[in-house]
Nanobody, 121 residues
Framework: QVQLVESGGGLVQPGGSLRLACAAS????????MGWYRQAPGKERELVAT????????NYADSVKDRFTISRDNTKNTWYLQMSSLKPEDTAVYYC??????????????WGRGTQVTISS
């Protein structure tokens, strides 16, 4: 059973920084795509950033470009979201996501449980 576990959320003042981490565990043959989504109260879940395993294709939401950076450590099946110049509108539950080939070469989408990020003075 594949599991994704986020860490690193919390309360930060506007203009501050925060780093989220997501660790994948279980039987993992290959992670094709890994990333982050977020959902603010009363809004739909939206893409924040994704990257392929090789890093050859990285996508960011326009709202976070030049402020957020996604990175990964393939040896640990872990990826990160470095967030800087945080704004109140970045407040949301952040979910990690992965497209994983697992046991018996089955390919599925996996989600973490989410970590709260609150930007407030």
């Amino acid at each position: 059973q594949v599991q994704l576990v986020e860490s690193g959320g919390g309360l930060v003042q506007p203009g501050g920084s925060l780093r989220l981490a997501c660790a994948a565990s279980g039987y993992i043959f290959k992670i094709n795509v890994m990333g982050w989504y977020r959902q603010a109260p009363g809004k739909e879940r939206e893409l924040v950033a994704t990257t392929t395993r090789s890093g050859s294709s990285i996508n960011y939401a326009d709202s976070v470009k030049d402020r957020f950076t996604i990175s990964r450590d393939n040896t640990k099946n872990t990826w990160y979201l470095q967030m800087s110049s945080l704004k109140p509108e970045d407040t949301a539950v952040y979910y990690c996501y992965a497209d994983i080939v697992g046991e018996a070469y089955s390919r599925d989408d996996y989600w973490g449980r989410g970590t709260q990020v609150t930007i407030s003075s």
